[in-house]
């Protein structure tokens, strides 16, 4: 299982990115895909998640902010992230729970400042 997140930068306080997680491996279209972050010094936060029947949930911080989403014939999840904020600035992973364990990718970078 390999997921590979791309998509993070650098940008002021209000703008928007999009991240992307490559997914591969395992059977992408029916399992839920998670994407999670870790602020400095904070601990890892849930962000949101999409099901294999694309039900999606988010942290209440994002909510109205971010969109996650699913391409299964590119086997990719995205996360569309608008009105971005200074507290917004994390690393970026996206997981899957499969065959009984957590798999995580290495992780994106987004910095908001401006």
């Known amino acids: 299982v390999q997921l590979q997140a791309s998509g993070g930068g650098l940008v002021q306080p209000g703008g928007s990115l999009r991240l992307s997680c490559k997914a591969s491996g395992f059977i992408f279209r029916l399992n839920t895909v998670d994407w999670y972050r870790q602020g400095p010094g904070k601990q890892r936060e849930f962000v949101a998640n999409?099901?294999?029947?694309?039900?999606?949930n988010y942290a209440d911080s994002v909510k109205g902010r971010f969109t996650i989403s699913r391409d299964n014939v590119k086997n990719t999840m995205y996360l569309q992230m608008n009105n971005l904020k200074p507290e917004d600035t994390a690393i970026y992973h996206c997981?899957?729970?499969?065959?009984?364990?957590?798999?995580w990718g290495q992780g994106t970078l987004v910095t908001v400042s401006s």
């Open positions: 997981k899957v729970f499969y065959r009984y364990r957590d798999y």
């Open positions: 999409i099901t294999s029947g694309h039900t999606t």
